[in-house]
């Protein structure tokens, strides 16, 4: 192989190298911040509802409450003072992911599992034989939305690098 075209497949490599170091990189910081971002925002929106309404314990109330606010990924879940569910959980969330225990203690409780982010906080309750929660759950589909810009970038990145080797590789090997 030519000096001029080492150099080339040289330099391609490097850019290669550093587009995908900083395009993973990228990618796993906003997927963080933007799965963090939202369960500050549901863990919120569920505070929100709970502390403004008294009584949740009807479903009809809520449901008036869930249609008028068009609240999406909403529920109100009871469990026992031992921690036990009355109700049904919301999809993909476990006993263990809301924590009774700290829902009773009046502690808003919110996490991440994959990509549904959930929150839920204590509804004021007079009746103190069960544990009422407000829970929200939301779905991010779309964490991986900028993989296409990158990679479009990235490719015209290397077509770059393949002219600026070739020239540069010709250069130096220039008697």
Do not use: C, W
Request: net charge positive; charged share 20%.
């Amino acid at each position: 192989m030519t000096l001029h075209r080492r150099v080339t497949v040289y330099l391609l490599i490097v850019v290669a190298a550093a587009l995908l170091v900083a395009g993973l990189g990228s990618q796993l910081l906003v997927r963080a911040a933007t799965l963090d971002e939202a369960r500050r925002d549901v863990a919120s929106q569920a505070r929100q509802v709970a502390a403004a309404t008294e009584d949740l314990r009807r479903p009809a109330t809520f449901a008036i409450l869930r249609q008028t606010l068009r609240l999406k990924g909403a529920a109100v879940v009871r469990f026992t003072p031992a921690g036990v569910p009355l109700t049904a959980l919301p999809a993909g969330i476990r006993q263990s992911d809301l924590r009774p225990s700290a829902l009773a203690a009046g502690s808003t409780v919110s996490g991440i599992r994959k990509t549904l982010v959930y929150a839920a906080a204590p509804v004021p309750v007079a009746d103190s034989r069960s544990i009422t929660a407000v829970v929200f759950t939301r779905e991010l589909n779309a964490l991986s939305r900028g993989a296409l810009f990158f990679a479009l970038s990235a490719l015209g990145t290397l077509v770059l690098a393949a002219i600026v080797g070739t020239r540069l590789g010709r250069r130096i090997a220039r008697p």
